[in-house]
C-alpha cells in the first residue's frame, strides 16, 4: 500500500507541489524505515521456525530477550503506521496535501492494517514484553487521544481537523488492543471497523465541500445548511458517529474498549474517554462553523445520486451495526479468544 499511496499523493495531491513532495517523501521515509524493522523481525522468526505459518511462529519459544527485540521492531513499524505518538508527524500534512480517494484509502484501510497486525502478530509471538509493559503502550495510546483532539480543537482546515480527530480515535483503538482484555481487544477490532466508516464518510463530505465552495478553510465556509437540507442531515449523522453517539456502530466500540480500559485501570479509561467528551467539543463546533449561519455566497448544489449513494451505504452500515452489532461480535470473539490463549501461554 505504501507506493501506491506515495504516488497517489504525489501526482493528483493538492496545494503547491513542492510542499506536497516534502509530506509525501516524509511519509515515505517513516513508513519504510518501520516496515524495515518488521522484515528484520519476520526474518529471524523464520530462521527459528523455518516456517511463516502463523501457528508455527505463535508455538516459538522465544527467550525473553529474543521477545523484547522483536516486540519492540513490530512495534516501531505498527506505532509508525497507526501512528501513534511520537511517530505521527507526518500524518496531518499527507491527510491534507493527499487527494481524497488516497486520504479515504490511508485512513480508512493502511492504518487499520496495523491494528491488526499488533493482535495476529505482535501480541501472540512476543506476549512477554506486552504484558509486562503493558500499562506504558496503552499510555502511549492514551497520549495519542489527548494530543489529538488538542491539535484538533486548533485546527482551522477542515481535513486536518479530521486528521487529528483520527490520530485521537486510532490511539483509543490501540490502547484497547494493548490491554490484553478481551474486551479491550473485541473493542480495538469493532471500532476498527467503525472508525473505517465514518472517517471516510467524514473524508469524502469534506470533499464534497471542498468541490463546490473551492476552498478547506473552515472560516470560509458556513450557511450550507440553508442550501442543502439533506446533505447537512446526513453530515450531521456522520458528525455523531464519530463522536460515538449511542445507536451508532462506532459507540459499541468505543464503550467496549474503555471497558476494557477499565479493567486494567479506572482512570486511563477516565483519561480515554476524553477522546468522547473533547471529540463532542470540537466535531460540533465544526459543524457549527461549516453548516450552519448565514446563506454562503457560493451557490451550493445539493448532492448528486452517486454522491449520496455513497453516503447512504456508509450511513446505512453505521446505523444497522449499532443497533445490531452481533454479527461482527460473533465473528471476531471466537479469534480473539484463541488469541488470547496465545498471550498467556507463558503465565
Do not use: C
Request: no cysteine; hydrophobic share 55%; charged share 10%.
Amino acid at each position: 500500500a505504501l507506493i501506491p499511496i506515495y504516488f497517489i499523493a504525489l501526482l493528483w495531491g493538492n496545494g503547491d507541489a513542492e510542499a506536497r513532495k516534502k509530506a509525501v517523501v516524509k511519509f515515505f521515509i517513516y513508513t519504510f524505515a518501520g516496515s524495515l524493522f518488521m522484515l528484520i523481525a519476520f526474518i529471524y522468526l523464520y530462521q527459528k521456525s523455518g516456517s511463516f505459518l502463523n501457528l508455527n511462529l505463535y508455538r516459538l519459544n522465544l527467550s525473553d530477550t529474543e521477545q523484547f527485540w522483536i516486540f519492540l521492531a513490530f512495534f516501531l513499524a505498527y506505532a509508525i503506521k497507526i501512528p501513534m505518538i511520537p511517530f505521527h508527524t507526518w500524518q496531518a500534512d499527507v491527510y491534507q496535501k493527499a487527494p481524497t480517494a488516497g486520504t479515504m484509502l490511508l485512513s480508512g484501510i493502511m492504518l487499520k492494517m496495523a491494528i491488526y497486525s499488533i493482535v495476529r502478530w505482535q501480541l501472540p509471538i512476543a506476549p512477554k514484553p506486552a504484558q509486562e509493559y503493558m500499562h506504558v503502550f496503552v499510555g502511549l495510546g492514551i497520549a495519542g487521544v489527548i494530543y489529538g483532539s488538542i491539535l484538533a480543537l486548533k485546527q482551522k482546515d477542515l481535513k486536518k481537523l479530521l486528521a487529528y480527530s483520527s490520530l485521537a480515535h486510532v490511539g483509543l483503538i490501540a490502547a484497547g488492543a494493548y490491554t490484553l482484555t478481551l474486551d479491550g481487544l473485541r473493542g480495538a477490532f469493532l471500532q476498527m471497523i467503525a472508525h473505517g466508516f465514518v472517517v471516510v464518510g467524514l473524508f469524502f463530505a469534506a470533499e464534497v465541500i471542498n468541490r463546490r465552495l473551492n476552498t478547506g478553510e473552515i472560516a470560509e465556509m458556513g450557511g450550507i445548511r440553508v442550501q442543502t437540507p439533506k446533505f447537512t442531515s446526513m453530515f450531521m449523522i456522520l458528525v455523531l458517529a464519530s463522536v460515538a453517539l449511542p445507536g451508532t456502530f462506532n459507540f459499541i466500540g468505543e464503550f467496549e474498549v474503555l471497558y476494557g480500559l477499565a479493567q486494567t485501570n479506572i482512570w486511563i479509561a477516565v483519561l480515554g474517554g476524553t477522546t468522547i467528551i473533547l471529540g463532542a467539543f470540537y466535531m460540533l463546533r465544526m459543524f457549527q462553523h461549516v453548516m450552519l449561519g448565514e446563506r454562503h455566497k457560493i451557490t451550493f448544489a445539493d448532492v448528486t445520486l452517486s454522491e449520496g449513494t455513497v453516503f447512504v451505504v456508509i450511513i446505512g452500515v453505521l446505523l444497522f451495526f449499532g443497533l445490531y452489532p452481533k454479527p461482527f461480535v460473533d465473528l471476531v470473539t471466537p479469534a480473539l479468544k484463541q488469541t488470547l490463549i496465545y498471550i498467556n501461554r507463558f503465565n
